[in-house]
């Protein structure tokens, strides 16, 4: 599975932005998805999962309320709404996939290349 991020850019604290994933190579519709983020000197975090089937979702704390991950498993692609964005969000941006029960285990065997937010105060 090869991953490709889109969406990231600069944008002004409490703007909004909008990732997406598009993944090629097979299918992914029975993949685990999510979201990672790297900060300047800081290490590697989880920000939101979503499961192959797009009925469970889960978050950071640090982005609970304000960003949402959602799939479209015809378009094998998953998306990251982040709202209400904050200086502190900014970050790579990475996308994942694994299987099986990667959403549980955090364990997510595919990574992208990784996409730059930038958030200005």
């Known amino acids: 599975v090869q991953l490709q991020a889109f969406g990231g850019g600069l944008v002004q604290a409490g703007g909004s932005l909008r990732l997406s994933c598009a993944a090629s190579?097979?299918?992914?519709?029975?993949?685990?998805m999510g979201w990672f983020r790297q900060a300047p000197g800081k290490e590697r975090e989880f920000v939101a999962a979503?499961?192959?089937?797009?009925?469970?979702?889960k978050y950071a704390d640090s982005v609970k309320g304000r960003f949402t991950i959602s799939r479209d498993n015809a378009k094998n692609t998953v998306y990251l709404q982040m709202n209400s964005l904050k200086p502190e969000d900014t970050a790579v941006y990475y996308c994942?996939?694994?299987?099986?029960?990667?959403?549980?285990?955090?364990?997510?065997?595919?990574w992208g290349q990784g996409t730059l937010v930038t958030v200005s105060s």
């Open positions: 979503i499961n192959w089937s797009g009925g469970s979702r």
């Open positions: 994942v996939a694994g299987r099986p029960n990667a959403y549980y285990t955090g364990s997510y065997g595919y």
């Open positions: 190579g097979r299918t992914t519709n029975s993949y685990d």
